[in-house]
């Protein structure tokens, strides 16, 4: 069974700086795509972040390019979203999700972890 469960998520000030994880189970990262996504409250999700299977090759919104980096560790089959020069708007819950590379869906998703950014 395929599992995903992120961390790192927390208050920070504007223009900080968070890292959040995601440990996946049950299924090997250099395989599959993962993506970041997050929701804020009254809002949709969005697409943040992905990176392709065994190529590596990353894809950002264009609200975090610049600002956020997408890796991940295929030795501890964990993907990370480094998050700098944080913004109030970057508040949300922030989701990790992995699916079959160069289908453009995900068929797993991680429970969330939340951040807030004060002004």
């Known amino acids: 069974q395929v599992q995903l469960v992120e961390s790192g998520g927390g208050l920070v000030q504007a223009g900080g700086s968070l890292r959040l994880s995601c440990a996946v189970s049950?299924?090997?990262?250099?395989?599959?795509?993962m993506g970041w996504f997050r929701q804020a409250p009254g809002k949709e999700r969005e697409f943040v972040a992905r990176v392709w299977g065994s190529s590596g090759v990353t894809t950002y919104a264009d609200s975090v390019k610049g600002r956020f980096t997408i890796s991940r560790d295929n030795a501890k089959n964990t993907v990370y979203l480094q998050m700098n020069s944080l913004k109030p708007e970057d508040t949300a819950v922030y989701y990790c999700a992995t699916g079959p590379r160069g289908s453009g869906t995900y068929d797993y998703w991680g429970p969330g972890t939340q951040v807030t950014v004060s002004s």
């Open positions: 049950g299924r090997t990262l250099s395989s599959y795509a």
